[in-house]
């Protein structure tokens, strides 16, 4: 890492007792004794794709970069321990650029706890890439997984969906705190957050899980964001539409045996509501059941790579 | 990730130990238990800048930025044991690109018993750029680190300098069971490896241990790449400033006590030869001592980032 980043955040990281040795060496040196299971998690944003950089402030930017992989941990009920950075800076303006990213990051990380241990900054003539990687501990109620779904469990989700592109994108709360308490006081079969849309997140985890999913589309939590999106666009795309294909909202979606979900229905033991959206089915595939009762395919539409 | 490449990597992937969950969920779950210290690192490579990929095999492209990752927990002793990988990939080609660089990756990672865990993919109009996150465990010898140099200790190296970019700085070996093998037999005071070239990061250590360094140029290990490059440049440049200045040779750079030096290098304890290059000094700054004994100043002149 660059000497001069490197001092600034020698003296910018609050000290951690997980960290032994911090920015500046070979390696950052954690302690880590008495854990059992690890959690390791990397998520890379790039310029032009996940933000523009001419139009956000580079502290959002590093704060969604630390924010979406901290989701990450969420979706595996982990508690966050460490984490290192890697840039790629464009050169001009570069050194100013790491401090606003980790001047967004920073303060993120220490309100969930995470030492941030080290990273590595390169330049070059193309624009922002910046990588996170993340180790979460694995909690005595054990990793909550993609593949742990069955036919009847109930799809309970946390907030609202859609329109998180009018500013939820940058400025959401991980729901680290929500999954670890969730997966401490019940016992969830399967969970995933929702970073390419609530409908295609529920397909990886229906598929990962050898299910199928059918959706209670009058169920889904709208946020106010998609209704306002609907309304700017007025491009005849619904504020469900919105809910189901946005993505970026980084809630969690979560597979619960009926009992146990009648319980967190009840308890509602988070600030943000839960609500159950529908539930898991041996045939495979997504379905949604309409106002009335009529059953029609879900066809995933949320975010893609695209290449080839 | 992306789906079709994590197919790939489930079937590609050999079973691991310490793996109790690969790629395709939110995060890999890794089995950590007995483990007291460990590190954790990370280096990105970027087209253009640490390769071209225009005129090198991607297979060698993704070795380097494992290699280089794995030469980082070298030069703090530390034993691999597991590492993620994001790429952003030209959106023209970019599923037979990952594939490639996977191919380069997983045979080292075998190699050294490493598991790869996970990683992230995307896409984008830009160049290649890969991040490579390694997790290495601390051996009962403890972390090698930069800031244990004493004045009197012996500036020990592994292997010979120079002429890095003639290939060895693709198909080098990282020092990971040479750095193992001599902090757990030998009382090694620092270390470092070998990246951005023997002057510089030999400046990086002393300058972290508080001390100066003396070199003899004489004794500096100059590889045959050095003259080579030297013979073929026709510049003027020497190999001796080839072996100093160029990088990428990956070696180590070891700080030892003068009573441990002597036994070191009566050992030769390695396949690779160890050598004495000069000691390090209670007084500040790099000094390269000429054939003759006249002292001058060493002026580090390694790869440096480039931003402003």
Not at 182 to 209: M, P
Not at 224 to 244: C, F, I, N, V, W
Request: some cysteine; charged content about 25%; proline content about 6%.
């Amino acid at each position: 890492m660059e000497s001069e980043l490197i001092a600034y955040l020698r003296k910018r990281i609050p000290r951690h007792p997980l960290l032994r040795l911090g920015p500046g060496d070979d390696a950052a040196v954690l302690h880590l004794a008495e854990l059992d299971q690890c959690v390791l998690t990397v998520d890379m944003l790039t310029d032009q794709v996940d933000f523009e950089l001419k139009r956000v402030d580079p502290r959002r930017v590093g704060r969604k970069a630390l924010a979406v992989n901290l989701s990450d941990l969420a979706a595996m009920a982990a508690r966050p321990l460490a984490g290192v950075v890697a840039v790629v800076l464009p050169r001009r303006g570069g050194m100013q650029l790491a401090v606003e990213l980790f001047e967004g990051i920073l303060p993120l990380a220490e309100k969930y706890n995470l030492a941030i241990a080290g990273g590595d900054t390169n330049s070059w003539d193309g624009p922002l890439a910046i990588s996170i990687t993340l180790i979460g501990q694995v909690t005595a109620a054990g990793p909550l997984v993609r593949g742990g779904a069955r036919p009847g469990d109930r799809i309970l989700v946390t907030g609202s969906f859609g329109g998180s592109i009018l500013g939820r994108q940058f400025d959401f709360e991980p729901r680290v705190e929500e999954a670890l308490l969730l997966n401490q006081r019940y016992g969830l079969h399967a969970g995933i957050d929702v970073s390419d849309g609530l409908s295609v997140d529920l397909a990886h985890l229906a598929e990962e899980s050898g299910c199928g999913a059918i959706v209670r589309a009058d169920d889904v939590p709208v946020a106010d964001d998609a209704r306002r999106l609907a309304e700017k666009l007025a491009d005849g795309s619904t504020p469900l539409a919105h809910a189901l294909d946005d993505g970026e909202d980084f809630e969690l979606i979560l597979a619960v045996p009926p009992n146990e979900a009648r319980r967190m229905l009840a308890d509602q033991p988070l600030a943000v509501p839960l609500s159950a959206i529908g539930e898991f089915t041996a045939e495979s595939g997504l379905w949604q059941l309409d106002r009335g009762g009529s059953r029609r395919p879900l066809v995933p539409r949320g975010w893609q790579q695209e290449f080839d």
